[in-house]
Structures are given as structure tokens and as C-alpha cells.
């Protein structure tokens, strides 16, 4: 199998496709999250359609992402990145990790992954003020994406980013630019190109491998070190990049009676992961202590990564 380990270009821009929306500035109404209609740069979220620069570039990113995510592959990024023996660090440590981070695969925002975070925190914390877990579990949903520093491994951006799918059994239609899978070696593979593959209907979405990437370590980071989040805030964590399960609908005969109780919270956490990317960033200083409680509540002082 070949493995193919190109970066993405790091000028990519926004597609453009203009729409009118809410002011960027405006995206809390009477204490109440309200969602743009449009991204950062005055755009349609998650338009992977229009003729642009940055749509070439996340289009070859799929490219790349869909010949090399196979079964194979993902057992052994699995088992290689289990032994959590990267680094030894706290929860807001990797945090500011993430400065330095951007995303090639996200067309809505070039932000630094922090403000992402916090963007995310911030908005469901307004609506569901009560939910701590929920609030911790958007602060902490992306910092898998430290498997893109080179003390992590320096993993390329399509074994990191991107919208996540199950491997071992057929790939779905709806997975953006599907197409390309007809070069992954799994597509003629008749162990893995049936509809249920090596899975069963109602198996359970923990049975089921997904693409590797941040989502899918990020939870085995949590998981391991024992963290008392809810089994909501672990689902969240490790399938909020599988839109074409909670967007689309694909895939949904592998879950279980758990599965289709948590997918409720995903649901509601992914109006706020999509919708809150925006320039107006959040004070980090203002809002750390608030995070620091959560952190201390739901995590060990220092986790194995």
C-alpha cells in the first residue's frame, strides 16, 4: 500500500460564494447563540462546490485523504498512536499547543485552533449554561490535531483533518468527493465493499473503525486517562467530523440504542462547532480560570498523549 504524505499548500483561502448574512460581531441575541449564515469571509459553510483556489486545494486534499484511509492504514496508526507516549501534559497545555495550528481541510476559517475552541465553548455555554461537560467537551474536541506537530509525529493534514468514515465495509455516496475512493484499495476489496462489510447491523458505532484522525485520538487520549466526561461528551469528541453520519444520515443501521441517544447531544454540539467560527475572537485570558475548573473536574492534572 502506498502512503502518500504531501502537505497541503498553507495559502489556501476560502471558496467564494457569496450569500448575505449576519454580522460577525452580532452572534449572540439576548444572550442566545445565533447562528450566521455564512462563514468568515462572508461565505456558504462547508461549500466544497465552488470554482476557487481554496476548493482546488481541500479537493486534493480529499484526493489524498480517500486513496490512502484504509483499513490497513487505520490499524496501524491505531496501534502505533495507543501507546500515548508522545508527551505528558495538561489539557490547557495542549490548548495553547494548538496556536499554532490551522486546518487546510476547513474552507470556513484560518483562525488558530485555539479560538476555534473557545469560539465553540463559548457559544454553547451561553445556551446551555448548565451543561459543564458539554462546554469542556467543545473546549477539548479538536486537540487531537497536535498529531500535526512534529513531537506528535508531524502526521500530514489528511491523516489528521477532514471529515471522518467508517472503513471496512463500503464506502457512502454522500462522503464529500466520494469519487476518489474508486483508487483506495478497499473499493474492489470484497471483504470491505459490501454495505455491512466485517460489521452487522446495530453492532454499535465503538465496533466500527473510522478514518484515522484527530477526532478518533483525541478520544483515546480521554478515554485512557480516565476521564469522568459523559458518554455523550466521548461520542461527541470522536464523531463530530463524521458528517455524513449526522448530516446525511449514512451509516446509521451500524448504531446502537447509545448510538441514537448520543447522536441527539452531536447534533446540538454541531450547530456550535460549524457556526461559531468567526474573526471576533475570544478573550483567553477573560474565560481560562472558567475552563481551568472544568478541566480540573473532568481530567487528571496530567494526561499521557
Known amino acids: 500500500m502506498t502512503i502518500l504524505i ?65 483499513f490497513d492504514f487505520v490499524k496501524k496508526m491505531r496501534a502505533k498512536y495507543a501507546k500515548l507516549d ?8 495542549c490548548c495553547e499547543l494548538l496556536n499554532d495550528v490551522v486546518d487546510d481541510s476547513d474552507p ?11 469560539q465553540s465553548a463559548e457559544a454553547i455555554r451561553k445556551d446551555y449554561p448548565d451543561e459543564d461537560w458539554l462546554h469542556l467537551t ?3 474536541h479538536d486537540l487531537g490535531k497536535v498529531l500535526l506537530l512534529p513531537s506528535f509525529g508531524e502526521l500530514p493534514q489528511w491523516a489528521v483533518v477532514g471529515d471522518t468514515f467508517p472503513v471496512g465495509c463500503a464506502f457512502h455516496d454522500s462522503i464529500v468527493h466520494s469519487k476518489y475512493f474508486k483508487e483506495n484499495p478497499d473499493y474492489n476489496n470484497p471483504t470491505y465493499n459490501s ?19 484527530h477526532d478518533d485520538y483525541m478520544y483515546m487520549v480521554a478515554k485512557e486517562n480516565g476521564t469522568t466526561l459523559p458518554s455523550a461528551g466521548l461520542f461527541i469528541i470522536r464523531y463530530h467530523s463524521f458528517y455524513v ?48 475548573s472544568l478541566i480540573e473536574k473532568y481530567f487528571p492534572a496530567k494526561l499521557k498523549w
Open 6 to 70: 504531501e502537505q497541503l499548500p498553507f495559502d489556501i483561502q476560502a471558496d467564494e460564494t457569496t450569500v448575505h448574512g449576519v454580522n460577525e460581531t452580532e452572534l449572540v441575541v439576548d444572550g442566545v447563540f445565533a447562528a450566521p449564515e455564512t462563514n468568515a469571509f462572508g461565505h456558504n459553510f462547508r461549500d466544497y462546490t465552488a470554482e476557487s483556489a481554496r476548493q482546488e486545494g481541500v479537493e486534493n486534499f480529499y484526493k489524498i485523504n480517500h486513496l490512502n484511509q484504509t
Open 86 to 93: 508522545k508527551d505528558e501534559m495538561s489539557i490547557w497545555e
Open 108 to 118: 470556513d476559517l484560518d483562525e488558530p485552533q485555539i479560538q476555534h475552541l473557545l
Open 138 to 140: 467543545a473546549l477539548i
Open 195 to 213: 454495505k455491512f462489510g466485517i460489521y452487522s447491523k446495530g453492532c454499535g458505532l465503538h465496533n466500527v473503525l473510522m478514518s484515522w484522525g
Open 245 to 292: 453520519l449526522h448530516k446525511s444520515g449514512a451509516y446509521m443501521e451500524l448504531m446502537n440504542k447509545e448510538d441514537k441517544e448520543n447522536l441527539k447531544w452531536l447534533h446540538i454540539f454541531n450547530k456550535y462547532d460549524l457556526y461559531s467560527k468567526s474573526k471576533v475572537q475570544v478573550n483567553v485570558e477573560e474565560v481560562k480560570p472558567y475552563y481551568l
